[in-house]
């Protein structure tokens, strides 16, 4: 690749972190975190407008993306989803459990946190397979 992808502690840091990263990826999962808090706290009225702002987003990702990968190998299994939709789902789970912070304990808490350790752990395996030319994603030859 010729811009190697972020792992998932510097994704997860992008999500938290309170400045904006430099490398485009890291921008992207910034952007989409605050997006997704916004969204916990919007109006109805205000979804659909921050929705195309999201799609928006992980489509940024989705052609960086494209455009930093090797060829795949030609057995290589396709993924369910573009790593923009696992980014997003990131985003999501780390403003979602930031805000349980806030208002849950317990079980509600712990599993949140555990979602996004789960997720993290996949948007690794994903990107080592990715890099490797061993996984494509959707879209992708």
């Known amino acids: 690749m010729r811009d190697t992808l972020p792992s998932k502690n510097q994704v997860l840091q992008a999500c938290r972190g309170s400045d904006a990263p430099r490398h485009p990826l890291l921008r992207a999962a910034?952007?989409?975190?605050?997006?997704?808090?916004?969204?916990?706290?919007?109006e109805?009225?205000?979804?659909?407008?921050?929705?195309?702002?999201?799609t928006n987003l992980v489509q940024q990702i989705d052609r960086w993306v494209t455009g930093q990968l090797p060829p795949s190998h030609g057995a290589a299994r396709v993924?369910?989803?573009?790593?923009g939709a696992v980014i997003d789902r990131l985003a999501r789970l780390t403003a979602a459990a930031y805000a349980a912070l806030a208002r849950e304990s317990g079980r509600e808490l712990t599993v949140a946190w555990e979602h996004l350790a789960e997720l993290a752990v996949g948007y690794e395996d994903?990107?080592?397979?990715?890099t490797t030319g061993r996984r494509r994603l959707p879209g992708t030859h």
């Open 126 to 130: 994903l990107a080592s397979e990715v």
């Open 30 to 42: 910034h952007d989409l975190t605050a997006l997704h808090e916004r969204v916990l706290a919007a």
């Open 44 to 54: 109805p009225d205000e979804l659909a407008q921050l929705d195309t702002l999201r």
């Open 79 to 83: 993924h369910t989803e573009t790593l």
